[in-house]
């Protein structure tokens, strides 16, 4: 399975990220909690070059708790600003506001003496699927971005203003040009950054599996009520045991896999498995930037 997905509209929001640049104080950038890594675009090192970053791992209520607080650690050893927050419960949105005027406190200070009064601009990019658009919501207290539970609902940049007078522009998601670490594209297919139509959702079943067999095998086991021992079983066999027990038998005596992917897939990106992280710091050489 080799995973490239890359249409026409993120080639235009590089642009409007590009162009937008000069005039934001700060790069917010939206992860999901459960691909603290892989989950950042590595192109961004080059379109963003020095400016002043914040990192927001959202959904953090749906990842392993143990594990993000091993990353939120990791990246502040290197002086990476880093907040946890959850768009669904709303968990640490209030810190955002703060945390900015805080990073942005010494030019606050110069503009006050000169009685310059200026807004905070910040810019919110990420990959696709990951919570801008609901960030933004909560943010400003109503549907004003459009949202969706799949890649490539924004497609254009939107500017939003706070009370407080911060500003916002809203990026739609955008991934590397080219996937040339396809482990990694497997991960974030996983949590649906990358759309399904493109990918063979029972092989990425496959692998999923054999990563929660590994890592969360007590977890998966009661989700699907696996009574027998997986340890030693490969994905395709566990994703028939599944389908076996949800009862998706098709004429024959087959099991319908492909049913059994995609309810895998989906009971995954919402947790319903359980809260399970896909990458451990420890397993990567984090780069310094």
């Known amino acids: 399975m080799n995973i490239q997905w890359y249409p026409g509209h993120m080639a235009k929001t590089r642009r409007i990220i590009e162009e937008n640049l000069a005039m934001t104080d700060i790069v917010v950038e939206i992860l999901d909690a459960r691909i603290p890594y892989s989950g950042r675009n590595p192109d961004f090192n080059d379109i963003l070059k020095n400016k002043p970053r914040l990192l927001l791992l959202n959904k953090y209520d749906l990842a392993d708790?143990?594990?993000?607080?091993?990353?939120?650690?990791r990246y502040k050893e290197q002086g990476?600003?880093?907040?946890?927050?959850?768009?669904?419960?709303?968990?640490?949105?209030?810190?955002?506001?703060?945390?900015?005027?805080?990073?942005?406190?010494?030019?606050?200070?110069?503009?006050?003496?000169?009685?310059?009064?200026?807004?905070?601009?910040?810019?919110?990019?990420?990959?696709?699927?990951?919570?801008?658009?609901?960030?933004?919501?909560?943010?400003?207290?109503k549907a004003g971005a459009k949202t969706g539970d799949r890649p490539g609902v924004t497609k254009g940049k939107q500017w939003f203003r706070l009370k407080s007078g911060i500003e916002f522009l809203d990026t739609p998601g955008i991934l590397p040009t080219k996937f040339d670490d396809q482990e990694r594209a497997k991960l974030l297919a996983y949590t649906g950054a990358i759309k399904d139509e493109i990918i063979n959702t029972e092989l990425l079943a496959y692998s999923l599996l054999e990563y929660l067999r590994d890592n969360y095998r007590d977890i998966l086991s009661a989700r699907y009520k696996l009574t027998d021992d997986i340890s030693d079983m490969e994905g395709y066999q566990i994703l028939e045991y599944i389908g076996k027990k949800r009862g998706f038998v098709v004429s024959g005596g087959e099991t319908d896999t492909e049913r059994a992917a995609n309810i895998l897939l989906d009971e995954f990106r919402g947790a319903k498995i359980g809260n399970i992280s896909l990458e451990t710091p420890e397993d990567i050489d984090i780069p310094e930037k």
């Open 80 to 141: 990476i600003n880093v907040i946890p927050i959850s768009c669904a419960t709303g968990m640490g949105i209030n810190r955002i506001s703060s945390e900015a005027e805080k990073m942005m406190g010494e030019r606050i200070a110069r503009d006050k003496k000169r009685g310059v009064n200026r807004s905070i601009k910040l810019m919110m990019t990420g990959i696709p699927n990951v919570g801008k658009s609901s960030l933004i919501n909560r943010l400003i207290g």
């Open 65 to 73: 708790k143990r594990v993000s607080d091993k990353w939120i650690s």
